[in-house]
């Protein structure tokens, strides 16, 4: 298993659609991260979760929910999307808490989504 | 706030030749400072990083880079192009409890 995997790999939907995008992490790692990639833009912070509780929320619309039931996994559950929503959606891990020295972040391959 | 500036959103050098992607940031004490990679269809990998210590930092696949505090920059460089090298590279900080992502620069390398 590589460390950080997600699914969907790619994801279409309508703007009326309900969808989950699920994250998996097999490092051990106790903060779980989702970011957004727009193209030209830098990477956005979503949320932060530290032991399966959430840390930050930057200031995300509510049609994003997050969910993470354990230190493993983390989902982005998506309802009601509008088309510049659509953007790769990448998850991440640390073992540290976020914003130490260590700083790592391991990345998933991320979720590609459109939404028509 | 932090931020991160990339000159250059696309760079190409020919293969063989130097690598030198440009990173500057804005901080009031030194940040931590990260370079990362993402190939195509894949998640960002980490390349080097530095916290503290000595400010030339080697990281994988042959990547350098230098903390320059008076110029406030930590740029990236690569003494020969490869062809694998193809990639979209983020320079990014560490400041307070997040990372700042610059936009990315796009190295092509041309046969």
């Known amino acids: 298993e590589t460390g950080v995997t997600q699914t969907p790999r790619h994801l279409v939907m309508g703007m009326t659609n309900k969808k989950s995008l699920k994250c998996e992490q097999h490092l051990g790692h106790n903060a779980m991260y989702w970011y957004k990639q727009s193209a030209k833009k830098p990477l956005e912070l979503m949320f932060v979760?530290?032991?399966?509780?959430?840390?930050e929320n930057n200031s995300v619309p509510s049609r994003f929910s997050p969910e993470c039931p354990n230190s493993s996994h983390l989902f982005l559950h998506l309802h009601t999307l509008q088309p510049e929503d659509s953007a790769l959606y990448l998850c991440?891990?640390?073992?540290?808490?976020?914003?130490?020295?260590?700083?790592?972040?391991?990345f998933g391959e991320g979720s590609r989504l459109t939404v028509l | 706030a932090q931020s991160v500036t990339q000159l250059g959103s696309h760079v190409s050098v020919s293969e063989g030749a130097l690598v030198l992607l440009r990173c500057n940031y804005s901080s009031s004490v030194p940040p931590y400072l990260f370079w990362y990679v993402q190939y195509p269809n894949q998640g960002l990998q980490l390349l080097l990083k530095?916290?503290?210590?000595?400010?030339l930092v080697k990281g994988i696949n042959g990547f350098e880079a230098e903390f320059k505090k008076s110029e406030t920059s930590f740029h990236l460089t690569k003494p020969s192009a490869h062809m694998s090298d193809a990639a979209e590279y983020f320079c990014a900080v560490i400041s307070g409890n997040q990372f700042y992502f610059g936009t990315g620069t796009s190295l092509t390398v041309i046969p």
């Open positions: 530095y916290t503290t210590g000595a400010t």
């Open positions: 991440a891990s640390s073992q540290e808490p976020p914003g130490s020295n260590t700083g790592e972040l391991f």
């Open positions: 979760y530290n032991f399966k509780e959430q840390t």
